[in-house]
């Protein structure tokens, strides 16, 4: 079974420009989520979808960051402009719907963003 | 507020050795208790979950404990190998959230 998968690797921008970073999720999985982590913490989550709607973007700086899931499968995850303080792994992770197997996240490799 | 707090921030041990890490959580309403080890640059991949109602879960040399009553959780590592050397996040989930812990960075020596 293929993991999920994510978008670039590596990304060096500097201050104010923009990125983009895109997720496949596992086949057949309902729910997708971002989540943020900054060096020596842990995951903080951004945005989570339940197939193409959102279900908590609480977290998520609205003013830069914007999240979409057409079609329910693949996202993508957009800051602009970007800020120094923006320098994080990206992680996406995917979960099956319903049932004691939704507990269970599965996370993709990250995006490691590098603002200067 | 919900809160997760691990112990310690690092460890060093060597090679063969057992350790155990701590968390202490505060998350209501709880779901579950879950720990995940992850590798540097790799994203984090699940090790044990718990509900309020299961005491221990282990997952081969890994063995997590849970005390619901005193909402403590360990993850006790047996006979430790290089390849343990990672980050170990403790998760507290409510009904439709995630809190996470700062994780425990592991390093196992030769």
């Known amino acids: 079974e293929a993991g999920v998968a994510q978008s670039p690797r590596y990304k060096i921008i500097e201050k104010r420009q923009s990125v983009a970073f895109w997720c496949n999720p596992i086949?057949?999985?309902?729910?997708l989520y971002w989540y943020q982590q900054i060096l020596g913490q842990g995951p903080k989550l951004l945005i989570q979808?339940?197939?193409?709607?959102?279900?908590?973007d609480s977290q998520l700086p609205k003013d830069r960051f914007s999240a979409e899931r057409l079609k329910g499968v693949d996202s993508t995850l957009k800051i602009q402009p970007a800020k120094l303080e923006d320098s994080a792994v990206y992680l996406c992770?995917?979960?099956?719907?319903?049932?004691?197997?939704?507990?269970?996240?599965?996370f993709g490799p990250g995006t490691r963003l590098t603002v200067t | 507020k919900n809160q997760v707090e691990q112990s310690p921030q690092s460890l060093i041990i060597l090679e063969g050795k057992n350790c155990t890490l701590q968390?202490?959580?505060?998350?209501?309403?709880?779901?579950?208790l879950r720990w995940y080890k992850q590798d540097t640059g790799r994203g984090p991949v699940s090790l044990t979950i718990?509900?309020?109602?299961?005491n221990t879960k282990s997952n081969g040399r890994y063995t997590a404990t849970l005390d619901a009553d005193t909402k403590q959780s360990s993850l006790h590592i047996t006979a430790s190998q290089l390849s343990d050397s990672a980050s170990y996040i403790c998760?507290?989930?409510?009904?439709?959230?995630?809190?996470f812990g700062k994780g425990t960075m592991l390093l196992v020596s030769p």
């Open positions: 992770a995917s979960s099956p719907f319903g049932g004691k197997s939704s507990y269970e996240q599965y």
């Open positions: 086949s057949g999985h309902a729910t």
């Open positions: 979808f339940q197939n193409n709607g959102v279900v908590d």
């Open positions: 968390c202490n959580y505060t998350v209501s309403p709880f779901s579950n």
């Open positions: 718990m509900t309020f109602s299961e």
């Open positions: 998760v507290g989930s409510g009904y439709s959230t995630l809190t």
